[in-house]
Structures are given as C-alpha cells and as structure tokens.
C-alpha cells in the first residue's frame, strides 16, 4: 500500500537555527512528492515539490528539499529558521496516473525566539 | 480571487441535521478534489472530480456523504443526518488537470477549509 510517514510529530528549533524535517515513502514506483505547510486556522499552501529531473527543489519562503531514492526519502531544509514559520509541515505523494494525494501524519514545528 | 475559495468557514449544526459545503476552485482548474483533515485519522482523500468523467467516490466514509460538480466548476459536499464523528475540517482543492502526465498540473492548490462541528 502507498504510505507517506513523517516520524517526527513535534520539532522544537531556535530561531537562527537551521531545520530537516524527515519524509519517508512507500510506493511501489517513484511518486510525484509534495511540502505542504498549514498555519492554525488555514488551508494547506504548498511549499515546493518535486516530479522528476533534479533532485534538490527550491520552494517558497527559503525551503528546500532532496529527494534521495535510496533513502525514499524526500526531506525538507531550511538554513536559517525563522519564527513565522511555526506551523504544520505536511508531505505527501501522489502516485503517478493517480490523483489522490496521500499524506503524511505532520510535523509540529515551534520555534523558540 | 485568485485561489480555491470556501464557504461557509465554521459551520456548527446538530446531530441529525443536514449540512452542504461549498467549493469554488480556482478558475480553469479542471480537476477538484475534496479531503477531510480530523484529529484521529488526519488528512483523508474523499472524492475527485475531473471535468466530466464519473467522479471518483472512493474516498466517502459512508452513503451519507455525497458531492455534485455543477457546470464543471463549483462543487458542494452534502453530508446527510450528521454524527459527532463528522466533526472535522473538510479541505477543497483544485489542479489544472489530473491526468498524472507528471507536470504542474497535477499540483493540487487547498482552499482554507471548512471547519465542522457537529453537537
């Protein structure tokens, strides 16, 4: 079955700091990947992903993330935290020919001034 | 607007009664796709419409929940004789298309959500 697991619930970081947040797939073929980031009381804004070619995407708001296929792995980075980006980081994959997103169970993050 | 638009944003109702949510996606958008975000099961693929093909129901928890597409654009979510364990944020999103051609236009935009609270 198609699952996207996120194995950290709760991130702490000082602002400065620099941030990963950890994705992990299982697809049976290499799915199209996503960053979502949801504030309290908003919708989901996507914050970059990936299809093919490179495998170090840029996204909005200094975000970055690296798709490894050995690892199926796809996790985000940011150098330099700030703290408006507390929130909750969603990843998620969309299998190819298929249209359900499938999410991951999110990630915390709380940044420390 | 530019994005996906919902409305309306909180709606609290009894058990029992009937609720409709509405959808606008974003204009041109083809495909439209509703998810259900609550605490025990997190964010959950409930149906997938694209342009006029049957629309993909496979994600409804039950045959009380229902959605139409009108006109290939706005959509509404009805959830019949609600229960408590409907409470939750009902998300609406749109893509270009869907055809899982592996571009842009399978990215899928949300819209702020419908936020559910059935007593």
């Known amino acids: 079955a198609q699952s996207v697991t996120q194995p950290d619930i709760h991130i702490t970081v000082s602002e400065g700091a620099s941030l990963e947040l950890r994705c992990n797939y299982s697809?049976?073929?290499?799915?199209?990947l996503f960053w979502y980031v949801q504030s309290p009381g908003q919708g989901l804004q996507l914050l970059l992903k990936?299809?093919?070619?490179?495998?170090l995407v840029q996204g909005i708001k200094g975000f970055e993330a690296e798709f490894k296929r050995s690892q199926s792995s796809f996790n985000l980075r940011k150098p330099s935290v700030h703290w408006s980006d507390a929130a909750e980081y969603f990843c998620?994959?969309?299998?190819?020919?298929?249209?359900?997103?499938?999410f991951g169970t999110g990630t915390q993050l709380k940044v420390e001034l | 607007g530019a994005g996906v638009s919902q409305s309306p944003s909180n709606k609290v109702t009894e058990k029992g009664k009937d609720v409709e949510l509405r959808c606008d996606p974003i204009s041109g958008h083809t495909a439209l796709y509703w998810y259900r975000q609550s605490l025990g099961q997190g964010l959950e693929f409930l149906i997938y419409?694209?342009?006029?093909?049957?629309p993909d129901k496979s994600g409804l928890p039950s045959d009380r929940f229902s959605a139409e597409r009108t006109g290939g654009s706005v959509s509404t979510l009805t959830i019949q004789r609600t229960q408590q364990e409907d409470s939750a944020v009902y998300l609406c999103?749109?893509?270009?298309?869907?055809w899982g051609g592996g571009d842009h236009t399978d990215t899928q935009y949300f819209g702020p959500g419908t936020r559910l609270t059935v007593l």
């Open positions: 419409f694209q342009g006029n093909s049957a």
């Open positions: 990936y299809f093919s070619g490179d495998t």
């Open positions: 998620a994959g969309l299998a190819g020919g298929g249209n359900k997103l499938t």
């Open positions: 697809y049976g073929a290499t799915p199209y």
């Open positions: 999103a749109s893509s270009l298309d869907a």
